[in-house]
């Protein structure tokens, strides 16, 4: 078409009849207006095939009716030639393309079905890009996307998805099994594609090239619970290690050393109140005891007895956060107990800082990032500090991994041994192998050399129920993982459950190898040839590897050691000591039994424990 051409408005009328009469005439309607408007202001003669002369005749009346821009214009028939017929139509522009639209021939029924098929054919040949927008190869890579089930179309897979009998992280499990347990699969969310990433030297290799120009990119972004000024948000690679090296310097194995007694307080303080009650819920007890770590040694507050439960529901507020929809979504999260309990923990420190910086460093782990100063290195004059607001966000960093995971750890840990009597048998005599040789003491470097069994009930309980997925990352270039491409801008989860769950060292085909009673195992810890290695990733790894974790497994190791020395216990619910009939939460950080395990309470037993693991 000419736009010069009046017969325009003709055609683009006629363009409308082809398609379905669900389009709305309006629109062609106003762009032939405007065509008209433009090259015929005040009249448009437009030449109609003789033949749709009849057709025009029978709609004139009922184009009249609802279109009543038309006038009575005469519609005449002139002879061009012996051969053809036309007929002109001298109308107002807006009559005259009225008038077209109506007279044209009603499309035939077969035509409507073949339009219509065509249509639903270019649909199904589309619906996946329609439905699940961004999923698009890198055409210059040859290999092909992960497979992967994409869930509700635009919305994708319920990734938060857990279940009674399996906990936090029941998605990954289930849908990695549906699709035979690749290494590498397709997720979505929300409208973006992304990539499950298992098994731990693939993960480590990715994790590796954070910072790099063509690596991933850290997915955390700064949403108040945790700001640019925290490690797990910081994006820069200098920034990045700068902060590591200043608050590492209070996580040292030196420095968590001098910790052990401090920890053996907290842990002594709940084994006693335990053995006054003669029970406990061991959720409750565990996570009172990192609590008591947090605020004494991480933070060295001093609370009043009042002061203590406060403390513990503003750290329950602060890290339920992370899962509250307002602060995900980021509707009005000031607004939400999370950003009013985070407010009130950031006093807390803040007071404790400057009570640090007017009468000198103490003991906690807080004094030690107050004081840290960076050695001379590259661009720095070696007196370089943490600021006031990096204290602050990297110490509530610490209270989230030293308290929560630590907690419930130690939960799991508690529930196992319970479920496997003969296995806490084997921790107490361990326990009083050690007391036999160096007496009451308890060191961290007695406690890492000679405590292999204490070990491998922490590792242990930390491969059955891990983290399920470690923070999310991003990739600045595509990437080729065991025959699969994985496109540029693309997010990366790199799970923890399913390298455990798939680690070829442990797995069995039956699944009995995560059973929470029959898979726990902990002497599997003690020999070389069933040990797992890269398979197990708990801490994560890569430059975001867990800086606490030395604190982390000594923390936890002091707690069980103290018990295995005070105390006996079993399970208080019968029911649960098949271990078929543990019933988990379906949202926490790490999974959690839903009535958090209560236990009964005695003093230890008098008789040797090796007895005890005779009779099991």
Known sequence: LKPTDPRSAYCLAKAYVTMPRICICAAAFALAANHAAAFVPHSAVVSVPAQAHGQIRRCSQQTHQQLPLLNNAPITTAATSPATTSTSLSLAPAAAISRAISSLPVTPSIVRKIILLGAAIALSLNIKRILYPNIVRDAAVDEPLPPGKLGCPLFGNQIFVGSKKCGTGYFWHRMSKALGAPRVWM???????????????????????????????????????????????????????????????????????????????????????????????SEATCTAYTLDVAWKQILGLNLSEDEVPVFSQMVDQWIAGFADLRVVFNVFPKRSPAFRAKAWLTQKIEEKIDKLEANGPDASTLSAMVYATDDATEGTDGNRKLTRVQIVENSLVLILAGSETSASTLTNALLFLGLSPGKWAKLVEEQRDMMAKHGDEMTRDLLDKECPYLEGVIKETMRLKPLSSGAPRTLKSTVTIDGYQVPKGWGVNWNVLLTHENDPITYKEDGSHMDVKDGFQPERWLDETTRPSTDFIPMGAGPRYCLGSTLAYTEMKVFLATLARKMDFSLADENLKSGENVEWKRMSIIPLPKDGVPIEVKPALVQKANEAVVAA
């Open 187 to 281: 997720v979505y969310f929300l409208g973006r594609p992304g990539a499950v990433i298992t098994g731990g030297d693939s993960i480590k290799n990715l994790l590796n090239t954070e910072f790099d120009d063509d690596g991933v990119e850290n997915g955390v972004n700064p949403s108040g619970m945790l700001d640019e000024n925290s490690m797990l948000a910081e994006k820069d690679r200098k920034m990045h290690s700068y902060m590591r090296r200043l608050v590492g310097a209070a996580m040292t194995p030196a420095a968590v050393t001098k910790a052990v007694p401090n920890l053996r307080e907290a842990a002594e303080m709940q084994v006693d109140q335990m053995l006054r009650d003669g029970a406990a819920n």
